[in-house]
């Protein structure tokens, strides 16, 4: 047995999972800052903290145990991972569906228990990845066809249309990004793209009546008349106001003021950003963004390694993934985007996000080993580990 994780943990990426577990510690950190203020006497980590601690060690397992599968099995089972997933974002349909108390509209979490939620979308991102991936490979020899565009945006409408089904225009938007990201490495040809955007143009009439809502629609306004919308931008000035309270060097962890009074809403979860650049500064934040960038480049150098065009796309969807969040959380608290409810990956509070991202990670990982040619099924694993 101890030969046989010797062996499994060298053909490990392991620059991989120490950035992703150097995003986490990091994420544990700030979370257990911006919720300080709300410890008991006695208490040593808030519940978010502890939830953070237990999704990263949780999502690490779950990493380490998708990486041995191989990922043409993953790939063979896309039917039922499809089917999946877009079952539970049904199931947000139903009483079972539960919406923050700002947002009632926004019905994105299922209620597993008192205390246990799950956000399908989050899921449904994996499945996405999954399914589009396979999907572009079977159709790269003619990329060209209209027919098979068509088909693939209408497989990247299902998600999209889920997500704002269930007033998640967040996700829609993550979504949509994933989706052109992977169309545009897998070779689609460049006339689809703006032919595309003379589409959106000629829909965002009635995208911006029909499908926003009041709030949704002053969100987006508010960048443009700010004065004009001080609720709506309420979140964002705060944020901004504690960026410029931390400076070049930051003010100290769990010494921020605006951190610790408690003056930025949602500093825990989407505005943990804006803790960021109080507590640690502009140095902080552009070397926690240098992190991103690093992982985002790291998985990009495994899907080429990869001789697999599938499994080169799952990186790609997984690195789209991450650094779509990346920017659009960044930018809604530095103000360049409304505020849309788009975590900080690794770092906003919220145990399934970190779980589904740890097992995005490990797709990436399985497709690691593959390329070194050491995939083995499962039941020869485990027959090793027997014999060991």
């Known amino acids: 047995m101890f030969s046989f994780i010797k062996k499994a943990w060298k053909e490990t990426d392991k620059l991989l999972l120490l950035l992703c577990f150097s995003l986490s510690v990091f994420g544990v950190l700030m979370v257990a800052s911006a919720s300080h203020r709300t410890l008991e006497d006695g208490q040593f980590l808030s519940r978010d903290a502890i939830v953070m601690i237990g999704a990263m060690l949780l999502g690490l397992v779950i990493a380490m145990v998708i990486s041995f599968i191989d990922y043409d099995?993953?790939?063979k089972l896309w039917p039922l991972i499809a089917l999946g997933s877009v079952f539970l974002m049904l199931l947000?349909?139903?009483?079972?569906?539960?919406?923050?108390d700002a947002r009632p509209d926004a019905r994105s979490w299922l209620k597993i228990t008192s205390s246990l939620y799950l956000q399908p979308s989050e899921i449904l991102k994996i499945g996405f990845i999954i399914t589009f991936s396979y999907h572009l490979s079977k159709t790269h020899n003619d990329l060209g066809s209209l027919l098979n565009v068509l088909l693939l945006c209408l497989h990247a409408a299902i998600p999209i249309g889920l997500v704002v089904i269930t007033g998640d225009m967040g996700s829609a938007l993550i979504f949509a990004l994933m989706f052109l990201g992977m169309m545009f490495v897998s070779g689609v040809h460049w006339v689809y793209f703006p032919a595309g955007l003379l589409a959106v143009g000629a829909a965002a009439p009635i995208v911006w009546y029909k499908v926003f809502d009041n709030i949704q629609r002053n969100r987006i306004l508010a960048l443009f008349h700010p004065d004009d919308y001080p609720k709506?931008?309420?979140?964002?000035?705060?944020?901004?106001?504690a960026m410029k309270n931390g400076g070049f060097f930051g003010t100290g962890y769990l010494k921020g003021d605006f951190t610790q009074s408690g003056s930025v809403p949602e500093s825990q979860n989407d505005m943990i950003f804006s803790a960021v650049g109080e507590e640690f500064g502009f140095?902080?934040?552009v070397l926690l963004l240098t992190l991103f960038v690093l992982l985002a480049?790291?998985?990009?150098q495994v899907g080429k390694r990869s001789n697999n065009f599938?499994?080169?796309?799952?990186?790609?969807g997984v690195m789209f993934m991450i650094m779509s969040q990346v920017i659009v959380n960044v930018g809604m608290c530095i103000s360049l985007l409304p505020v849309i409810g788009i975590t900080l990956p690794f770092l906003s509070a919220g145990g399934s996000s970190v779980i589904c991202l740890y097992l995005a990670i490990g797709l990436v990982l399985s497709v690691h080993r593959s390329s070194q040619g050491i995939h083995y099924d499962s039941y020869r694993y485990a027959r090793i580990a027997l014999e060991s």
Request: proline letters at 6%; a positive charge.
């Open 310 to 316: 599938a499994a080169c796309l799952l990186c790609y």
């Open 73 to 75: 099995l993953i790939f």
């Open 232 to 241: 709506e931008m309420y979140h964002q000035r705060q944020a901004l106001n």
């Open 297 to 300: 480049i790291r998985i990009v």
């Open 92 to 100: 947000l349909l139903t009483p079972l569906g539960v919406a923050p």
């Open 283 to 285: 140095i902080g934040a």
